[in-house]
């Protein structure tokens, strides 16, 4: 045989060696992607079954409204509890269902696929209201969805015996000030009625669990002029603050003013309550506190009985512009305890008698009624960061201070950053960040609702500020006293962003 065609056949035999090798990777790499995708699919229709089983077991096979949020986004969509839930999962971070009241929210990190005996799934329904049903046995291992207890406004609930509140409010002094009115009009002794409105030429109006009610009486300008006349002393001049307290009570009254003259005032009822500790004592102690609420909501009520306690062993300077705290007692211990009052000259300058306290006063604790401008926030960190514990209250929830460029500092604050493509939010580049740390490490977010008054503690402010800016869920924990019963639920909650 010529050496030419004994090449050649070499030749041939590699090639045919290296198509088969070729053939070989090929049969392997697709092996493979069929494999890959036969486990994303598994885990696809194992998460699916998970959570359509969790959403079946707490509203049925009803169709569910859907809120989900899809790129930081609200949408709302009526869906069947099979397919259309599959379609969205991966689309989305977060779902949360709702039907009759009764909220539960499903997070995307909660979803896990595991290989586990078949058994009880878990739910996230509390295990105390619904109990999931028990799987029949296998001895097999099959691959499960489990789905963690996602939060919900019943997912943790604890309870726990406390003394009832006790709630004082002085009558006597409304009495003696509006006469026939408050007898003929007012029901001072329920607990509900927080305010009265009058203005000249409109009828009476007296505010009760947050409804205005307006009563057949009309104000006349004899009725306001004999209000100012007969008003007892106590707190600063009407004429500097246009709010004054009732001497010897905690009630205040603020002057509607209108072309030079007082042509209306309104009325704040102040309660003094005792048994609100149980709420706040395991969360307080050297810990900066930030109260926050709507108007008339009790957040001055929870100051004073923080202050009460914490005034035990420490040196506690409490600033009180307007008297609202303490009112004009000259004997406050059964107010706010040993805590030493200032009560500043002028208010608009109280961030002065807060610098005050600490060059000249040995506070270890300071406390203020009201944060109201950028510079008393400014003055607040600076003591922060002498290792002074600060106790404030401030109008607005957590979300509004987050998002409020004159106080929003207290929380940290926020700025924009440039971000890498890696980390963009939905193709924005340029996004909110926190922009310094917190001065405050607690939150208190206090509302009224239905039930009474619900007491929403947001710890670990720095993470949760962070998570608010950034659309995602924070953990939260919400008490309340219902009678002699102290309950705390913990919920996920989400800010929806501005």
């Known amino acids: ?15 045919v060696a290296a198509a088969k090798t070729a053939a070989t990777q090929v049969g392997a790499k697709a092996a493979a992607l069929e494999a890959s995708a036969k486990v994303a699919g598994i885990e696809a229709s194992a998460k699916v079954a998970g959570i359509e089983a969790s959403v079946k077991e707490c509203f049925g096979s009803e169709k569910t409204t859907v809120d989900t949020l899809e790129f930081k986004k609200a949408l709302e969509r009526t869906i069947g509890i099979s397919k259309p839930l599959g379609k969205i999962i991966g689309l989305t971070d977060y779902l949360k269902l709702t039907k009759g009241g009764h909220q539960v929210l499903l997070t995307k990190n909660k979803f896990s696929t595991k290989e586990t005996s078949t058994s009880e799934p878990q739910s996230p329904i509390p295990a105390d209201s619904t109990k999931a049903p028990t799987a029949k046995s296998s001895a097999t291992k099959t691959e499960t969805s489990t789905v963690d207890r996602t939060v919900s406004p019943k997912l943790v609930k604890t309870t726990k015996p406390v003394p009832e509140l006790n709630v004082h409010c002085d009558t006597k002094a409304i009495d003696d000030l509006l006469g026939a009115m408050a007898s003929e009009h007012l029901d001072l ?15 009476m109006t007296v505010k009760v669990n ?5 009563h057949d009486r009309i104000i006349t300008r004899d009725d306001i002029d004999n209000i100012i006349q007969n008003l007892p002393g106590g707190g600063p001049d009407i004429k500097k603050t246009n709010r004054v307290m009732f001497g010897q009570t905690l009630h205040r009254l603020a002057a509607v ?26 969360l307080i102690e ?28 420490r040196c506690l300077c409490l600033i009180d512009s307007s008297g609202e705290i303490c009112g004009d007692f000259e004997n406050k211990d059964h107010i706010v305890g040993a805590a030493r009052v200032f009560r500043p000259h002028d208010p608009d300058r109280q961030y002065m008698t807060l610098l005050d306290c600490v060059r000249n006063h040995s506070a270890d604790v300071i406390a203020i009624d009201e944060l109201n401008t950028k510079g008393e926030v400014e003055v607040c960190q600076t003591i922060a960061l002498r290792s002074i ?16 460029p004159m106080l929003n500092k207290a929380l940290g604050g926020t700025t924009q950053a440039t971000v890498s493509d890696r980390v963009a939010v939905d193709g924005r580049k340029v996004v909110n960040q926190r922009s310094t740390r917190p001065i405050f490490d607690v939150v208190i977010n206090i509302k009224r609702t239905p ?16 998570k608010i800016i950034e659309g995602k869920p924070i953990q939260t924990r919400t008490r309340r006293i219902n009678g002699g019963t ?3 639920t913990t919920e996920e909650v989400i800010f929806p962003l501005y």
């Open 257 to 282: 003013g209108y072309d030079g003259n007082i042509n209306g005032v309104t009325i704040r009822l102040g309660r003094r309550v005792s048994g609100l500790l149980p709420l706040f004592e395991d």
């Open 1 to 15: 045989m010529s050496p030419v065609l004994t090449k050649v056949g070499r030749v041939a035999v590699a090639a």
């Open 210 to 214: 947050g409804e205005c009610l307006q």
């Open 389 to 404: 514990q600060m106790v404030a209250c401030v109008h607005g929830n957590i979300q509004d201070l987050v998002f409020n």
């Open 286 to 313: 050297q810990k900066n506190i930030l109260l926050c609420g709507a108007p008339n909501v009790g957040k001055t009520t929870a100051l004073r009985e923080i202050c009460k306690h914490l005034a035990q062993k």
């Open 451 to 466: 039930m009474g008054l619900d007491y929403m503690f947001v710890e670990n402010v720095a993470d949760n500020v962070s």
């Open 189 to 203: 002794n329920n607990p509900g009625t927080t305010d009265i409105l009058m203005d000249v030429g409109s009828k």
């Open 486 to 488: 102290l309950e705390e």
